[in-house]
């Protein structure tokens, strides 16, 4: 081929020295793409996973495959992990919503295992020692079978997980000599087989031993694994945000997916509060925080508040337990109020406010339940809790006889910031510009009045705020980009300003409607148009 095809970035037109053609590929014009805002990150303990690990998940079933789903032991778990899971996918009934799973434990959490013996007389020796993948007790329900392959002197190992009769097949592991069986095995195990199939995801495999014969036959149960759920606390749940690689909550900031919404399963302890609270600000996600055990009142919940001092666009204060009936173990659990309502906010579009939104999955609370009894909410409390944003779940709501959220006010003291929508709307914009703006950094710029650098990042940013426009999520903008904003000074030291100005939508907190009725009252009648023939 006669003549060179480059990059735009890579063709300098000042170093030519051979005649040619010379073909710049110009890459066209790029676009914004709004960041997901239906992503809810839960911190919590579970029975079978990753620790530390922000783990995406799609829907319940994956629970069971990620996280080993709701077991007898989340039942008087609060801090279980799939529970809260499952609580905030029922929140999506009307939308849709993608959760980070991160599991902790107390660290007294053990993994399941199993001394494989071979056949030596007497008294057999472990050719192998396998252990569960992760810790938890549901590697006790992990099964190794091993049966005599279809060659002679060869064996099949199957693994069988949680209570399966199919699982992973290791397929003719060839015996021999002492030892032989067993490295091959751990070699299968740990690093997959002949290109047949890969290592096993449920188990991993110690020291062959070079003594060890023949294996015995048999189907064997993992043992002794447990889950760290007993003493769960606070700096469990926090983690270090110095640790490699980081841990507890702060493992969020290594999420390849940026929360929108984030909670700790079952936690109450206020004195982690300012951290998450540090924590939502850094992150651009909204916190919601459970203010209080089952049973407080509203002067309580006031109470401790105001003595936080938090006051925090990012920071959603929640009360009253809520009762939901368990799918797995059955019967009705009494819960924090953060899967629901954190889950529902997470599903909602980020200009939507989650006032007189309903709430799924709701049995009763502890104001309004067949345990605990009725106890309405006068307006007076409504009014209370919502001027100082503690959002609560109730039935009725403003839109009829169902379960859902009165109000959807954070913490914020100032009424502009004070509309959860304002939060997630914000933190929308300013994550979703601020990703797809960075291509930008290292790029050049002149002082000319039509700058094609400056013009292209106003394009990308009115092409993205116009789409939002159109949805209807915002109600005006406006951005500037030019020599207005941008001095040659600014230019001379390397800086380039955009200001961007938003119009949000506004929720109707109060609908006043004017009503005049009697005898006397007069009215002006009006005539409907004729229908066209």
Same mark, same amino acid.
């Given at each position: ?42 911190? $919590? ?16 079933? *994956? ?25 905030a996918?029922q929140?999506a009934?009307? $939308? ?10 107390d ?32 590697? %006790? ?6 049966? /005599? ?77 447990? *889950? ?25 900031? %290594? ?13 109450v *302890?206020?004195a ?10 850094q992150?651009?996600?909204? /916190? ?42 059955g ?15 997470? /599903?909602?579009?980020?200009e ?16 309004n ?26 039935n ?25 929508e ?43 705020l ?42 109707? *907190? ?18 409907? /148009?004729?229908?066209?023939?």
């Amino acid at each position: 081929m006669v003549g060179s095809i480059v990059s735009s970035q890579n063709f300098n037109p000042a170093a030519l020295r051979a005649s040619g053609v010379y073909t710049r590929i110009v890459p066209p014009p790029g676009y914004i793409q709004g960041l997901q805002t239906n992503v809810a990150a839960i911190i $919590g303990t579970a029975s079978w996973g990753p620790k530390n690990t922000p783990v995406s998940v799609g829907s319940p079933s *994956d629970l069971g495959y990620y996280f080993g789903g709701i077991t007898s032991d989340s039942k008087t778990d609060v801090a279980d992990l799939c529970t809260d899971a499952m609580i905030a996918f029922q929140q999506a009934a009307e $939308g849709a919503i993608h959760l980070l799973l991160v599991r902790i434990s107390d660290g007294t959490d053990v993994a399941a295992s199993y001394a494989v013996k071979d056949t030596t007389a007497v008294t057999p020796l472990t050719g192998l020692t396998v252990t569960a993948k992760y810790t938890g007790t549901l590697g %006790n329900s992990i099964k190794i079978k091993i049966s /005599a392959g279809s060659v002679t002197g060869k064996y099949n190992v199957a693994i069988l997980p949680f209570g399966s009769t199919s699982g992973e097949l290791f397929v003719n592991v060839a015996g021999g000599g002492a030892g032989v069986f067993w490295t091959n095995l751990a070699a299968a195990i740990n690093g997959g087989q002949n290109n047949v199939r890969g290592p096993s995801a449920y188990l991993t495999a110690g020291a062959p031993n070079a003594s060890g014969i023949a294996p015995a036959l048999g189907t064997f149960s993992l043992i002794s694994g447990t *889950d760290g759920r007993a003493s769960v606390v606070t700096a469990n749940y926090e983690g270090s945000d110095t640790a490699r690689p980081k841990t507890g909550m702060y493992s969020l900031r %290594n999420a390849v997916v940026s929360p929108s919404v984030f909670w700790l399963a079952g936690m109450v *302890d206020e004195a982690a509060f300012p951290n998450m609270q540090a924590l939502a600000n850094q992150e651009g996600m909204v /916190a919601i925080l459970p203010i209080g055990d089952a049973g407080q009142t509203t002067a309580q919940a006031i109470t401790a508040k105001q003595s936080l001092g938090i006051a925090d666009y990012n920071v959603v204060y929640v009360k009253d337990w809520v009762y939901w009936e368990d799918p797995v173990n059955g019967g009705q659990r009494l819960l924090p109020p953060t899967p629901f309502i954190g889950g529902r906010i997470a /599903a909602l579009s980020p200009e939507q406010s989650p006032e007189n939104k309903p709430v799924y999955g709701v049995v009763g609370t502890d104001r309004n339940s067949l345990q605990q009894g009725n106890f309405p909410y006068s307006l007076d409390e409504i009014g209370d809790l919502q001027s100082n944003g503690i959002m609560f779940i109730t039935n009725p709501i403003n839109a009829g006889p169902q379960w859902g959220m009165w109000h959807g006010k954070n913490s914020s003291a100032d009424p502009v910031t004070a509309p959860v929508e304002y939060a997630r709307m914000t933190n929308f914009l300013a994550k979703s510009i601020t990703k797809a703006l960075g291509k930008f950094i290292g790029e050049l710029q002149t002082t000319n009045a039509d700058d094609s650098l400056r013009a292209a990042i106003k394009l990308e940013l009115d092409e993205f705020l116009q789409t939002l426009k159109d949805n209807k999520q915002i109600t005006s903008y406006q951005t500037v980009c030019d020599r207005s904003n941008n001095s040659r000074s600014d230019i001379a030291k390397h800086y380039l300003k955009v200001d961007v100005f938003v119009e949000y939508m506004s929720s109707v *907190d109060f609908l006043i409607v004017s009503l005049q009725g009697g005898t006397n009252v007069v009215t002006i009648q009006t005539q409907a /148009a004729p229908l066209a023939a």
